[in-house]
């Protein structure tokens, strides 16, 4: 859509894993979570309650898909939603596999551990796994190498 | 509506608001912030996901009345939105006025500093500012005292 930028912070942290109708959606580089944010491609918007009727019921539906997917594909003991920002304040909602086994459980992620890449090769696989699940209105970024 | 039964953390954190149609709005009784949750009164739920679609879409309208009510009424610099509930496995939604001068920020405010209990008189402040908000599909809980 016209007009909008993605935040330094996100497109510093994040990979493009593909769009929904409003959200593009990112992978966060630190493999101790499968961690995404979905990010509505509005200008201008920091808080879920800025958005439209409409598109506030598009983003948490496309939460709801994605949600659902990520539990499968990522076989998850929990899934932490959020939308905070208080930091970066561009709209983005965090959608978090949790697993009993992770390094914060049962503490929220933030704060917790220093990031730790993904290896390329881990990067394309994870991008492989979106490329082949049939997500509705979603278009997988396509994959390199 | 039926078996449905709020978990003891939220019973013992929290103090009743009002209802929505499909969910139980409760303060937590920390002066810290003002933090409400939304709990879907569905039993044995504990994702967003879980919830049919139907539920879903009514739960995040609710979040978005919700939200916009309390950052009018608070006078908030941001709105933290979150479903976690690693340690609390009820679904509950958190509604969080930020300021830039709270004790946590830019923080997220779990774990960040003891909980610090409202006076009696300010959660019948608390609970007045609801009787008085037209929200709608919201029944304010009656204030005692």
Same mark, same amino acid.
């Given at each position: 859509?016209?007009?909008?930028?993605?935040?330094?912070?996100?497109?510093?942290?994040? $990979?493009?894993?593909?769009?929904?109708?409003?959200?593009?959606?990112?992978?966060?580089? !630190?493999?101790?979570?499968?961690?995404?944010?979905?990010?509505?491609?509005?200008? !201008? =918007?920091?808080? =879920?309650?800025?958005?439209?009727?409409?598109?506030?019921?598009?983003?948490?539906?496309?939460?709801?898909?994605?949600?659902?997917?990520?539990?499968?594909?990522?076989?998850?003991?929990?899934?932490? $939603?959020?939308?905070?920002?208080?930091? =970066?304040?561009?709209?983005? $909602?965090?959608?978090? $596999? %949790?697993?009993?086994?992770?390094?914060?459980?049962?503490?929220?992620?933030?704060?917790?551990?220093?990031?730790?890449?993904?290896?390329?090769?881990?990067?394309?696989?994870? %991008?492989?796994?979106?490329?082949?699940?049939?997500? !509705?209105?979603?278009?997988?970024?396509?994959?390199?190498?």
């Amino acid at each position: 859509m016209s007009n909008f930028v993605l935040h330094p912070d996100l497109e510093r942290d994040g $990979v493009l894993i593909g769009n929904f109708q409003l959200s593009r959606v990112l992978l966060i580089n !630190d493999s101790n979570y499968p961690w995404f944010v979905l990010i509505p491609e509005i200008p !201008d =918007t920091s808080d =879920t309650i800025e958005l439209s009727k409409i598109e506030h019921e598009r983003l948490w539906e496309e939460s709801r898909i994605f949600g659902l997917a990520i539990m499968k594909l990522f076989n998850g003991d929990k899934l932490n $939603v959020a939308s905070l920002g208080n930091m =970066t304040p561009q709209l983005h $909602v965090h959608h978090i $596999v %949790r697993y009993q086994s992770d390094p914060a459980w049962p503490a929220p992620i933030w704060g917790k551990h220093p990031m730790t890449p993904y290896s390329e090769l881990q990067l394309k696989r994870i %991008r492989e796994l979106f490329t082949s699940a049939e997500l !509705d209105n979603f278009t997988a970024a396509i994959c390199n190498g």
